[in-house]
């Protein structure tokens, strides 16, 4: 495929996380498993995994972010269990990310 220069380019990263041919049929479902042999094996394609880009402008940042997300979850869950709001209306809505539309209102718990 030919793109002229200067045109902005951005792959749907929701279809491709959401296609079956490279998630398997149950990509729909929530299965942290599939990742348990890391992300390059959790998919039929080394590439359908796409939140931080891909290539020579591949986000720099990608490793700092997955450790940050761990640590902050980590220490949540330290003090606090989680229940999703029944108020959750689930519409996923592309805004450079992946973001839900109406907020994700969650319970706590104090453990
Ligand atoms: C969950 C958090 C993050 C997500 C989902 C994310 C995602 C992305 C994406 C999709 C790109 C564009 C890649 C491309 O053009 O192919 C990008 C670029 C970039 N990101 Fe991130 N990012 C995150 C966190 C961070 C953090 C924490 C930093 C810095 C500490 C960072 C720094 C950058 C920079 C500097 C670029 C531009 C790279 C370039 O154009 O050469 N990002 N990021």
Request: with cysteine.
């Amino acid at each position: 495929m030919s793109i002229p220069a200067g045109v902005d380019f951005v792959l749907p990263v929701l279809f491709l996380h959401c296609d079956p041919k490279f998630w398997g049929k149950d990509v729909e479902e929530f299965n942290p498993e599939r990742f348990s042999e890391g992300v390059v094996k959790a998919s039929k394609d080394d590439i359908a995994f796409y939140p931080f880009g891909w290539g020579p402008r591949i986000c720099p940042g990608q490793n700092f972010a997955m450790i940050e997300a761990k640590m902050a979850l980590a220490m949540l869950l330290q003090h606090f269990s989680f229940q999703l709001s029944p108020t959750y209306s689930h519409a996923p809505h592309t805004l450079i990310t992946l973001q839900p539309k109406h907020a994700a209102p969650i319970i706590l718990h104090r453990i």
